[in-house]
């Protein structure tokens, strides 16, 4: 079947697209533009402290030292980093401090990207059992690329000389800061802009024969792939917002309303099949992946589960390293905002009240330090992102399989919005001769006025896109001439403006979310020996007795850890050398020992001959680290 990009094809009733079913929202692969990851990784890799790449400083402070940063913050994707540079940015880190940061690939994409794993600790010594750890993986979906950049930054906030590493003593943190490499380079780096979630391998979604022959296009060649308004009665569903002509809502036929728009992403019939969009660029959304309520029958969600190189690489890893603890993933998700409630929650009732307590924490740990200025609304409360869901997600698997502390974190939500400012009459304007809008702020009749009712959902982003990021997160719908659907209108929101914050405010949720690393890093479980002694009976006879202690706040095995027979138990070992054990087994092993200061206490009787002047004891779990004594018997 020959493709006819140029030919009409008839329209027809049974166009998928038209009937509002935009089957993905990647676009098509025809302009991999390497010119443009070129030209960003040369901004990324500037050596200029904080000019090209303030997100990637590491003080917020270096935003704010010009006034023009502050004005019109820096729109989405600039100053994010793409795969050149962010790999040269890791390298950079490992070189500051080689004792603390080491990076090795853990998979390699299927367009031929590293995954990078960074370790952060000083490494074991040898022979020594390892310390418990964190991993934080980011950047699973395409679009999240605030996940990888907020990575990123807490890798160079330890890998800074001055930093304070000393809570690094006690654990191990890993940090994949990009699992997807791929998808992320191609929301980055590559032209046109579109909307991409996934990692691009190649998926026949409409069975012709071809990989991503179809998917959306930038028709009218502003270099970005938007939106379609469609005046179409056989297929419309919506009608414009009296509010705001930008929003489209679906039409209310028990008010009278006759629906006038049907809404698409921005694109014609690429091969004449006389479907439109219908093949995008394939791919697998990495946070769906996971083997855990894996989605059946969803290409989005893999042909199977852990299907894909960059998810299959990360469980292998995962399962060679059991003193993993926690795995906190920066995506769609979000589980720490809010905190978990049963009948929703499905965490076990005996873990429950410790992810309630964590959530509680983060939220403290990622307040802003400054609450908003009177009139601003302030930053949005664990919205769910669109299209987001827990099944097959990291966190969920984690928990669930596992059996650690799963953790998911959406870093950036909707954004402050400040007050509208009430706009002057003309004549006085004219009069007093004020132009500069800094001064009309300050007059009595341009005060800010606070949104009454509060601004929600599409108004709300449409109000932070006039009065923060002035006009340039959402393209204004223009019409345009279709090949096939004669005048349509394009326009909407630039891709992934919605997901990710100015780069200028990444240090920032970089610094929170690094503050809420420590916290959680404090909390892992942490065995101790607070007794441990050995009493003479007479006769070479001594009854040694050990209490073994968890400080930490986690305990060494979740419920669920244990139901999963993932979660690595506590082994206590008696070495008695050349004496002889008459009752007491010399390996003990304990399932589970809570948090906040839950104990076992053991014994046993030893006979020791002449000369055996002491035993040993030692408690170890991987994911609670170990303790030992020397007993000595007198
Ligand atoms: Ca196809
Ligand atoms: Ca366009
Ligand atoms: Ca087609």
């Not at 509208?420 to 001064?439: D, M, R």
Request: proline share 10%.
């Amino acid at each position: 079947m020959p493709a006819r990009r140029d030919v009409p094809a008839p329209r027809t009733a049974n166009d998928p697209t038209a009937a509002g079913i935009t089957p993905m929202r990647t676009p098509r692969p025809k302009a991999t533009a390497r010119s443009t990851v070129t030209l960003v990784s040369a901004l990324a890799l500037a050596p200029a402290a904080g000019t090209a790449l303030p997100a990637r400083g590491q003080e917020p402070a270096a935003a704010k030292s010009t006034t023009a940063a502050a004005e019109a913050p820096s729109l989405f994707p600039k100053g994010y980093a793409d795969h050149a540079a962010l790999s040269a940015a890791l390298r950079r880190a490992a070189e500051a401090r080689p004792d603390r940061v080491r990076v090795e690939a853990l998979a390699r994409s299927a367009q031929g990207r590293e995954v990078w794993l960074v370790t952060l600790g000083t490494p074991a010594p040898a022979g020594a059992r390892s310390k418990p750890a964190v991993l934080v993986v980011a950047n699973l979906e395409a679009d999240h690329v605030v996940g990888g950049q907020a990575a990123l930054g807490i890798i160079e906030r330890l890998a800074d000389p001055k930093a304070d590493l000393g809570w690094l003593d006690r654990v191990t943190v890993y940090v994949v800061p990009r699992l997807n490499p791929d998808g992320a380079e191609r929301v980055v780096a590559q032209a046109p802009a579109a909307d991409v979630r996934t990692n691009l391998r190649p998926i026949d979604r409409d069975r012709d024969g071809r990989s991503g022959e179809d998917g959306p296009d930038d028709l009218d060649g502003d270099g970005v792939v938007t939106r379609m308004r469609v005046k179409d009665p056989k297929t419309a569903t919506s009608v414009v917002d009296e509010k705001d002509p930008r929003i489209l809502r679906k039409a209310d036929p028990a008010k009278g309303e006759r629906a006038v728009y049907a809404e698409e992403a921005e694109g014609r019939d690429d091969d004449g099949d006389g479907l439109r969009n219908e093949d995008p660029p394939g791919g697998v959304n990495l946070n769906r992946n996971w083997p855990h309520r894996w989605t059946e029958f969803d290409r989005e969600a893999g042909f199977s589960p852990a299907s894909e190189p960059e998810v299959f690489g990360l469980i292998r890893f995962a399962f060679a390293h059991p003193e993993i603890a926690a795995v906190w993933s920066f995506g769609l998700n979000d589980n720490l905002r809010e905190e978990p409630k049963k009948p929703a929650s499905t965490l076990d009732d005996a873990d429950l009240p410790l992810f309630a307590e964590l959530s509680r924490a983060y939220t403290k740990a990622t307040a802003p330090a400054e609450q908003p200025p009177k009139g601003v609304s302030p930053a949005g409360q664990g919205t769910p992102a669109p299209g987001a869901t827990t099944d097959g997600a990291l966190s969920e698997w984690a928990y669930h399989q596992f059996g650690a502390v799963g953790l998911a974190s959406r870093l950036w939500t909707t954004p402050e919005v400040p007050p509208a400012v009430a706009e002057k009459p003309a004549e006085k304007e004219a009069s007093k001769g004020q132009k500069e809008p800094g001064k009309a702020a300050e007059n009595k009749t341009a005060s800010p006025q606070p949104d009454t009712p509060a601004l929600t959902g599409e108004a709300r982003w449409l109000a932070w896109n006039d009065r923060v990021m002035k006009g340039r997160a959402f393209v204004p719908f223009k019409p345009f001439d279709h090949p096939t659907l004669g005048k349509v209108e394009i326009g909407g929101w630039r891709p992934g403006v919605r997901l990710n914050p100015p780069a200028e405010q990444v240090g920032a949720l970089a610094g929170a979310h690094l503050a809420f690393l420590k916290d959680l890093a404090g909390r892992l479980p942490k065995l101790s020996l607070p007794e441990a002694k050995a009493v003479a009976k007479g006769g070479g006879l001594y009854e040694v007795t050990a209490t073994v202690a968890n400080e930490g706040y986690f305990p060494t095995a979740l419920a669920q850890g244990v139901r999963t027979g993932k979660a690595p138990p506590v082994l206590v070992r008696l070495d008695a050398g050349k004496a002889k054990v008459l009752s007491g087994r010399t390996l003990e092993r304990v399932d589970a020992l809570a948090g906040s200061g839950g104990r076992r206490s053991f014994r046993w009787l030893i006979q020791a001959p002449e000369g055996v002047a002491s035993v040993r004891i030692d408690a170890s779990c991987p994911r609670a680290g170990s303790a030992e004594a020397t007993v000595p018997l007198r």
